[in-house]
């Protein structure tokens, strides 16, 4: 069973930075694009930013556009979403999700909530001073 484990929210104070991890279990995370959401209270959840199988491609929501940065390290079975420039509007819960392969574009990857099937429980990040 395909497991996502987010990790590394918090309390930050705008213009702060924070780095989430997300950590794969019962699978190989290198057999699947990876993608970032959140969602903040009373929203519709969002995609952040996603990344493909190789690594290779990205995407990112023009709100956090030259902010966050996506990787993945298929070795540690991990990806990352570093965060910087923080601003308060980034306060949400934030999760990771692996997209079905059905929907997988080869060295594509894709931020449509619909395209994705295996979520984590996410991780709260909060920024205010």
């Known amino acids: 069973q395909l497991q996502l484990v987010e990790s590394g929210g918090g309390l930050v104070q705008p213009g702060g930075s924070l780095r989430l991890s997300c950590a794969a279990s019962g699978f190989t995370l290198d057999d699947y694009a990876i993608g970032w959401f959140r969602q903040a209270p009373g929203k519709e959840r969002e995609g952040v930013s996603c990344i493909s199988k190789s690594g290779g491609s990205t995407k990112y929501a023009d709100s956090v556009k030259g902010r966050f940065t996506i990787s993945r390290d298929n070795a540690k079975n991990t990806v990352y979403l570093q965060m910087k420039s923080l601003k308060p509007e980034d306060t949400a819960v934030y999760y990771c999700?692996?997209?079905?392969?059905?929907?997988?574009?080869?060295?594509?990857?894709?931020?449509?909530?619909?395209?994705?099937?295996?979520w984590g429980q996410g991780t709260q990040v909060t920024v205010s001073s």
């Open positions: 999700a692996a997209q079905k392969p059905i929907t997988t574009v080869p060295a594509m990857c894709s931020m449509r909530r619909i395209n994705f099937g295996s």
